[in-house]
């Protein structure tokens, strides 16, 4: 064989998936890969289940959870008047309550003789949705 053919035969087996695969590879290269791999595939475990958790902390603070604890007690509506201060409709058994909820605490502001009758939709304010934008958007960009 001439070195032509030799160089060219050794550029072929190299540049093939098969060559590549057929190349020995030292034992000590292939236990620390191995154990590369292992310490990559728990760190990304360990990695997504810190997500999971930080977004259930999240859900849970942001109260986008329902809290199913107490069937008794369960806010029926609230209002915000201020920055940090909001007033709570609260059913307390067959009763209502109004709670004003600030920055220093909750404070009772009368306990409602008669069930206040709140509407099955919720009250349509001034400012539009995003939905309802999205959608005048939609139709706005499909008619001329």
């Given amino acids: 064989m001439s070195l032509r053919t030799t160089t060219l035969t050794l550029v072929g087996i190299s540049l093939s998936p098969m060559g590549l695969a057929a190349a020995p590879?030292?034992?000590?290269?292939?236990?620390?890969?191995?154990?590369?791999?292992?310490?990559?595939?728990?760190?990304?475990?360990?990695?997504?289940?810190?997500?999971?958790?930080?977004?259930?902390?999240?859900?849970?603070?942001?109260?986008?959870?329902?809290?199913?604890?107490?069937?008794?007690?369960?806010?029926?509506?609230?209002?915000?008047?201020?920055?940090?201060?909001?007033?709570?409709l609260l059913k307390v058994g067959d009763g209502q309550a109004l709670v004003g909820v600030g920055a220093d605490g909750i404070r009772s502001l009368s306990l409602l003789p008669t069930?206040?009758?709140?509407?099955?939709?919720?009250?349509?304010?001034?400012?539009?949705?995003f939905a309802t934008r999205l959608a005048d958007a939609l139709r706005k960009g499909t008619n001329p």
């Fill in 25 to 88: 590879v030292p034992a000590a290269a292939s236990s620390s890969s191995a154990v590369v791999g292992l310490l990559q595939t728990s760190l990304s475990l360990v990695f997504v289940l810190a997500v999971i958790l930080g977004l259930a902390w999240l859900a849970k603070r942001m109260r986008l959870t329902p809290n199913r604890r107490l069937a008794a007690l369960s806010v029926l509506a609230e209002v915000p008047v201020g920055p940090k201060e909001r007033v709570v």
């Fill in 115 to 129: 069930p206040v009758a709140l509407p099955a939709v919720p009250v349509e304010t001034s400012e539009p949705t």
